[in-house]
């Protein structure tokens, strides 16, 4: 007669050997006769997993009931609740197998890779440090290590980590794709296209290779191309979700956004959860007008692994319901610009009887003045009892319904101080004729900043003009340039006594016409209700709608777009005729 241990061993052979109906055959026999058997019940569960996880799961927790030291069982049970989704469970059984044996090597990247997906990143970091301690020759954990570093934007960390992974496993799919990520963030545009093609050429059906490379392809500017790889993509794996939203995504860099709209929608029927696809939806709703579904679709943005936003206060958001004097956190989330755009709601909590505190970046801080309390604008960290409510000010565009129709757009809603105003007209009342503040360029941190920002010698027919003077009144990285600029063009530089947007403000109620990129000043100055003419890209940022050279939410705006991708010079031939003929105007 076969013994239990007997059995268990013929079992063993079975799965390991790839069959596991015939090994779950005898686990079920096994238990039969013995249905408390601790190693019977794991190893059932194991057997299980993919086909029934639930089950697997059950069976897996009962022998860790007989037997709490089984160290294996807390893993293959992490294993299985990573598998279900559900990741602080995961994570938790990771901890115990750890605690049990502390130099568990194959525990060790399970709970990294759970702390990363729960956006611990410099603790999954550490993790994977031990494990790669412990297992320095595993290319699978160096790609996990570099991956917590690429999450965490360190991009050259990250370049060496996949590298290291890669001379382990040349092979490595995975770590060749990362890598070409990464190298992509880095604006190594060749080198990144080069790894991506590598993967597909050693594995045409590798879908995330030509979803990558549809990316990259992208920012290069080779959109049709770019579309062919994420079709391609979706050919080889028709359920794989990002390739929808990136194929969305390049239809809607071609202005196309009914094809974008449908590829969104296809991949929240495969994932009806994707916060990215909700996000991205949303914005090409919102861009094509489509306010009422687009505010409900960008909610998705604060569920995004990216999002910059205080998720986590320990304070209920607002939700629209009645205020009765509570003090109600309007928070900053994405940049100055959109601060500037979405604090003309601040008003709006007011008259519903809410007492408005306003969060914002500290160069909006003395701006802001005009729009709530002094004492009620906040920058930094925010203490908790300075406030009974929150909600994002991106949000509140949904909460009050807005559409089309009823943008709150009446301007100015941001006024400058009036002795800094004063001061800033005597300094260029000696300058006659058209005054003309200059923005070429924006964050070069910012997404699209390639796409949206001008090299400064680009303006330098303008200041050419007869009746003209034109002032810089750039800041950030480029603003240096301005006190040098090009041979023979005439430019005032103002930007290097700009401490915030409070002397923006002053300075622009000075100016009669600004022109800029896509930036927070295009905001402030419309939000002034000065003359603003804004430089937009063929595919603007979801604001600034299509087809048309107004805005609705500044009615002092003026937009000129490019007629196509990367073609800037004929929007400025267009300024150029616009300021000429605005000078022109002016008497002499």
Known sequence: MTTIQEALTIAVRHHQGGRLEMAADIYRQILRVAPRHPDALHLMGIALRRRQPLEAARLIREALTQNPELTEAH?????????????????????????????????????????????????????Y????????????TRNGLANCLQDDKRYDEAVSGYRAALALDPFHASAGNNLSIALRELGRIAEAERWQRRAIARDPTF?????????????????????????????????????????????????RLAEA???????????????????????????DGQFSEGWREYEGRLRCKDAPVLADLPKPRWTGEPLAGKRVLLHSEQGLGDSIQFCRYAPMIAARGGRVVLGVQPALQRLMKGVVRPDAILSGSVPLDAFDLHVQLLSLPLLFGTTLESIPARV??????????????ERLSPHQGLRVGLVWAG???HGNDRNRSLRLEAFAALSRLPNLTLFSIQKGPSEGLAATPPAGMRLISLSAEIRDFADTAAIAANLDVIVCVDTSVAHLCGALGRPTWVLLPFAPDWRWLLGRDDTPW?????????NRPGDWEEVLERVEEALRAKAAALPR
């Open 554 to 562: 500044y009615p002092t705006m003026r937009l000129f777009r490019q």
């Open 129 to 140: 440090r031990r494990a790669v301690a412990l297992g320095p020759e595993v290319a699978e």
């Open 412 to 425: 100015p809603y941001l006024f400058p101080e009036p002795e800094l105003a004063a001061q800033w007209a």
């Open 207 to 255: 879908a995330a290779a030509h979803s990558s490379l549809g990316i990259t392809l992208q920012e290069a500017g080779r959109l049709e191309e770019a579309v062919a790889c994420q079709a391609h993509a979706l050919v080889c794996d028709p359920g794989f979700t990002a390739a929808y939203n990136n194929l969305g995504n390049s239809r809607q860099a071609q202005n």
């Open 75 to 127: 893993l293959n049970l992490g294993n299985v609740l990573q598998d279900l989704g559900r990741i602080g469970d995961a994570a938790a059984c990771y901890r115990r197998a750890i605690a049990l044996r502390p130099d568990f090597d194959l525990a060790l990247p399970g709970l990294a890779f759970c702390l990363r997906l729960l956006g611990r990143l410099g603790e999954a970091a550490t993790i």
């Open 261 to 287: 709209i449908l590829q969104y929608r296809r991949a929240l029927r495969l994932d009806p959860a994707s916060p990215d696809a909700h996000r991205n939806l949303g914005i090409g709703l919102l861009l």
């Open 443 to 445: 964050s070069p941190g």
